[in-house]
């Protein structure tokens, strides 16, 4: 069946560092891709999305593209704030329901 | 427009006990959502639905049941609680396009 695979965490970086977390995902057809990140004691939050190959989400400063030749999702960012703490979860969408399956969440820990 | 509302927030229950984690969504989707997220697993689904009168189990639906009466409610019941059970929970309702998540129900079973 359709999976993700995330990047174990925790991930610690100081301020300004650059961030990549790999997803990689394992999916029949073509899903469309997801990063939601989740604030302490929050929901989870649409952080961005593609829809199709070679397609390019952003938002907030963090970029993912959609690389159908090596099934992978990676989000990247090129400076993280200490309010970038959080746990980040990839994310596909899997069939006509639009059920999200996700990945095991990252969690990021950014220090001043 | 408060988007998906869930309560309790905090519950402890003791086991055997019986509880109703409310949900309601006030933005017209017609699909729903429920998830559990334990620590280091990420979030499984446990029930969806497509719309009123309709539901289906997800990959985790044991020891868990819903209804869905209305496009607004899609209330998770809990029979006979179990510790496995201890969990955060989250409902969600979507567009075709994004997933809008409550801000969960922390639940302990002892």
């Known amino acids: 069946g359709d999976s993700v695979t995330q990047m174990e965490g925790p991930v610690t970086l100081s301020e300004e560092a650059f961030l990549t977390i790999n997803c990689t995902y394992t999916?029949?057809?073509?899903?469309?891709l997801f990063w939601y990140v989740q604030y302490p004691g929050e929901g989870l939050q649409l952080l961005l999305k593609?829809?199709?190959?070679?397609d390019k989400g952003s938002n907030k400063g963090f970029e993912a593209t959609y690389r159908k030749e090596t099934t992978s999702f990676h989000l990247e960012k090129g400076s993280v704030q200490v309010s970038d703490s959080a746990v980040y979860f990839c994310?596909?969408?899997?069939?006509?329901?639009?059920?999200?399956?996700f990945g095991t969440g990252t969690l990021l820990a950014v220090q001043p | 427009n408060a988007g998906v509302t869930q309560t309790p927030k905090f519950r402890i229950l003791k086991i055997g006990q019986s509880m109703t984690l409310q949900c309601t969504q006030d933005?017209?989707?017609?699909?729903m959502y429920w998830y559990r997220q334990d620590p280091g697993m990420g979030l499984k689904l446990i029930y969806y639905?497509?719309?009123?009168?309709?539901?289906d189990k997800g990959e985790v639906p044991n020891g868990y049941n819903v209804s869905r009466s209305t496009t607004e409610d899609f209330p998770l019941r809990l029979e006979l609680a179990a510790p496995s059970q201890t969990s955060v929970y989250f409902c969600?309702?979507?567009?075709?396009?994004?997933?809008?998540f409550g801000p969960g129900t922390r639940l302990t079973v002892l």
């Open positions: 639905s497509v719309g009123a009168g309709i539901t």
């Open positions: 593609a829809t199709k190959a070679d």
């Open positions: 933005m017209n989707h017609n699909y």
């Open positions: 994310a596909l969408n899997s069939g006509a329901t639009n059920k999200l399956i």
């Open positions: 969600a309702s979507s567009t075709m396009d994004e997933q809008f």
């Open positions: 999916a029949t057809g073509y899903p469309s």
